[in-house]
């Protein structure tokens, strides 16, 4: 019982954070395709990069987990600052 415990609260720990990256990717792509094309060419790159490192989590060890996410943060970064200046912009 104690084993099932622990995998569930690893299990938890370690995929949450990749749920919480994939519903605010989800979000940012459907706004990314209400864009123009060069915006939503980011999006897709994102979405991809995404859904790589979804792919991959089961094979990757758990001290290296946050390294496959660090390309995909920075251009979610970038994408986010853009959908910052937009929101400004806008009356």
Known sequence: MIDTESTVRSALVTFFPMLIAVLSLVTSIFDGYLRDDPKRERYTELSRAMEKIVADAPRTPAAQR???FE???RLFAEMNDDCVRSAK???
Request: glycine share 0%; hydrophobic share 20%; proline share 33%.
């Open 89 to 91: 912009a806008s009356p």
């Open 71 to 73: 390309p995909a943060d």
């Open 66 to 68: 946050e390294k496959p």
